[in-house]
Each structure stands twice: as C-alpha cells, then as structure tokens.
C-alpha cells in the first residue's frame, strides 16, 4: 500500500476554498485573521495605554463600548 503526500499547499488551498465555501468571503478572512503573527510589541504598547488606568477603569471602558 502507497499513500500519496499532500503538499501543504495543496491542504491550504483546499481549506480555504472549504471555509469560504461555507462561511463566505468575509468571515473566511476574519477567522483565518486570528492566527496571523501581527507586529510590533504588545507588552510595550499595553503598558503605554492602560498604565494609568485601574483595572475598574479598564472594566468600565468595555462596558461602555458593549452598550
């Protein structure tokens, strides 16, 4: 018995087409978005923008985007 080896490629192209098929344009990118590296230095930009907040400044902030 021979098994035949699927480029990764060829997996990903198939993948793609599948979750497109099914999910639609869009929410295939935003889903694939997830596992992209991104840029820049998380940490660092964090403690710049959260550094004089408290945590219930922090809570509130997102409550108040979720309305």
């Known amino acids: 018995m021979s098994a035949t080896a699927t480029t990764l490629n060829d997996i990903n192209i198939k993948a793609i087409?599948?979750?497109?098929?099914?999910?639609?344009?869009?929410?295939?990118?935003r889903f694939l978005n997830q596992f992209t590296t991104g840029f820049g230095d998380y940490t660092e930009e964090r403690k710049k923008v959260?550094?004089?907040m408290s945590l219930d400044d922090i809570m509130s902030e997102i409550k108040d985007?979720?309305?």
């Open 17 to 29: 087409a599948l979750l497109s098929s099914k999910l639609g344009t869009a929410d295939t990118i």
């Open 50 to 52: 959260f550094d004089k």
């Open 65 to 67: 985007r979720r309305k």
